[in-house]
């Protein structure tokens, strides 16, 4: 959003606070403009007001799950959005946030639920599918992971991320040419990408250092 457009917004919500004070939807509006601009402590105000207001306001504990989550405090942003889910919030978004914040506290087999969840939800967001991918494979279910990375490329082929994964996944399975395959892949479409550059490299080696010994 342009400063112009935010500005807009900020006195919109304002009067909309000041016409229904006992409204939380305003105070959550505000805080959700607030946390846009990075302003995590007076986002967190509003959303305290709105749970003074309504102590079952989801949104406003997802709103304070994201402010959390941004500020790296993930233990505080999984108790966010656990609230918001047992205070009525069924959305892909919050389900993916609590797995991610479980992601980030090493917890991977505590967060595939709430992955399965997020994607039960929102089937096509790549994101979800993603980072359960990556939490299958942190928990060793190499074939679900590669299956996962692969619906991953259903929603968008280009994901340099997912075929690097998958060529990983291949080489767990000792399909050297497959996994250089999509190497080749993850670098036709991000030529920067150095994990799959050393991954292609490794297997390049490995054949010199092959024939040199025969």
């Given amino acids: 959003m342009q400063e112009q457009d935010l500005q807009e917004a900020a006195r919109l919500f304002n009067e909309a606070i000041e016409e229904n004070p006992e409204d939380p939807v305003g105070f959550i509006n505000f805080g959700n403009l607030l946390l846009h601009m990075n302003d995590y402590q007076r986002a967190e105000k509003f959303y305290h007001k709105a749970i003074e207001l309504d102590s079952d306001a989801a949104t406003a504990y997802f709103g304070l799950g994201n402010a959390a989550f941004d500020q790296e405090d993930y233990p505080a942003a999984q108790q966010h959005f656990q609230k918001a889910i047992n205070t009525g919030l069924e959305e892909g978004d919050v389900y993916m946030m609590l797995a991610m ?98 991954g292609k490299k490794s297997i390049d080696d490995m054949l010199n250092q092959d024939n040199q010994e025969q």
């Fill in 101 to 198: 914040s479980l992601q980030h506290q090493d917890h991977q087999k505590l967060s595939l639920p709430y992955f399965q969840r997020a994607i039960e939800l929102n089937p096509k967001d790549e994101t979800a599918l993603f980072q359960y991918g990556l939490a299958l494979a942190q928990t060793n279910q190499i074939q679900l992971a590669q299956q996962t990375f692969f619906k991953v490329l259903e929603v968008d082929e280009r994901h340099s991320d997912a075929l690097y994964n998958i060529g990983v996944s291949y080489l767990y399975e000792e399909d050297v040419d497959r996994a250089y395959e999509y190497f080749n892949k993850a670098l036709q479409y991000q030529p920067d990408h150095l994990l799959a550059a050393n």
